[in-house]
Nanobody
Framework: EVQIVESGGGFVQSGGSLRLSCVASGFTSDSYVMGWFRQVPGKEREGVACFKSLDGQKYYAESVKGRFYISSDNTKNSVYLQMNNLHPDDTAVYYC?????????????????????WGQGTQVTVSS
């Protein structure tokens, strides 16, 4: 089974930056997608960004485009989320997730219900 561990959350002032890390282990295929999601109490979990392992395609939610950047190190089965120009409404618990995909997959995979493996989450708090 795939296991996921996130790190890098914390407290930052508005306009600041944070970098989240996610390390996955236990993949039995090299075709997968890893995504970052976030959730605040009382709201649904929101897809933030995702990365496909084979073709390197990246997708972002409109709310974070131009501020957040997802990158990967396939040798370490890791993905990173660089978050710049953070706003108070970026405050949330951020989760890393993964799922296997077909080798010629063309879907976006920004919905949390699609994912099978989840980390424990890391809190990001942005003060105004």
């Amino acid at each position: 089974e795939v296991q996921i561990v996130e790190s890098g959350g914390g407290f930052v002032q508005s306009g600041g930056s944070l970098r989240l890390s996610c390390v996955a282990s236990g993949f039995t295929s090299d075709s997968y997608v890893m995504g970052w999601f976030r959730q605040v109490p009382g709201k649904e979990r929101e897809g933030v960004a995702c990365f496909k392992s084979l073709d390197g395609q990246k997708y972002y939610a409109e709310s974070v485009k131009g501020r957040f950047y997802i990158s990967s190190d396939n040798t370490k089965n890791s993905v990173y989320l660089q978050m710049n120009n953070l706003h108070p409404d970026d405050t949330a618990v951020y989760y890393c997730a993964a799922k296997y995909i077909y080798r010629y997959d063309t879907l976006l995979h920004m919905n949390d219900y699609e994912y099978d493996f989840w980390g424990q989450g890391t809190q990001v708090t942005v003060s105004s």
